[in-house]
């Protein structure tokens, strides 16, 4: 069965750094999306992704965040300079028009020190 | 702004118990209604999707409901087994011109099976 995948699982990072967190949405999705779970706390919305630009944003997703598609299979979300509140599960999602149920991946675990 | 609420926050029933999970949210105008599985530290399964023309949905034990006019969903789950011990998630979906929108959750239920 199709799957998207996420990578890696979990990082540790400094505040300050740089983040790139890796998903390989299911082939043939044509929506793309990341969200957050903050430990303890709900799945939020972060960005939508169509047609090669971002379709909508919430108020979470602010300058330091940008989303990517670089080659046909990739799409990456990267944090330009991660704070400690950044910590949480980072799922990518995926979605088409004819079975439009959004299949979820295992989730980035990232932990800010 | 779409508020999706969940309750009970969580339950423990004995094994082999018919069970109810409420879902509720303040903005009928949905395109779709989508129940997720979550273990601890893991990813989301989706259960079962419901499109807004749909009043349920049925796969194996499980059995999804909806009423749009009144904001409620609901997933029974019968004859309960410790295997279903997780959290369960409600999510809405609004489809906009622009095509499938995000995602809007609830909190969710963390169910415990006991054996």
């Known amino acids: 069965e199709p799957e998207v995948t996420q990578t890696p699982s979990h990082q540790v990072t400094q505040m300050g750094q740089e983040v790139i967190l890796r998903c390989v949405p299911i082939?043939?999705?044509?929506?793309f999306y990341w969200y957050r779970q903050i430990l303890g706390q709900k799945v939020e919305f972060l960005v939508s992704f169509y047609n090669n630009e971002i379709s909508e944003k919430s108020e979470i997703f602010d300058d330091q965040f940008s989303v990517e598609r670089p080659d046909g299979s990739n799409f990456t979300l990267k944090i330009r300079s991660t704070k400690l509140e950044d910590s949480a599960m980072y799922f990518c999602a995926s979605s088409d028009f004819v079975t439009p149920a959004a299949f979820f991946g295992q989730g980035t675990r990232l932990t800010v020190v | 702004k779409q508020e999706v609420t969940q309750i009970p926050a969580a339950l423990s029933v004995p094994e082999g118990e018919n069970l109810v999970l409420n879902c509720s949210f303040t903005?009928?105008?949905?395109?779709?209604l989508q129940w997720f599985r979550q273990d601890p530290g893991k990813g989301l399964t989706s259960l079962l999707l419901i499109q807004s023309s749909q009043r349920e949905q049925t796969s194996g034990r499980l059995n999804a409901s909806l009423d749009k006019s009144s904001g409620r969903s609901t997933l029974y789950i019968a004859a309960s087994q410790p295997g279903d011990s997780a959290t369960y998630l409600c999510a809405t979906r609004k489809l906009t011109q622009g095509g499938s929108e995000k995602l809007v959750f609830g909190k969710g239920t963390k169910l415990t099976v006991n054996p």
């Open positions: 903005d009928s105008a949905i395109y779709n």
């Open positions: 082939s043939n999705h044509l929506y």
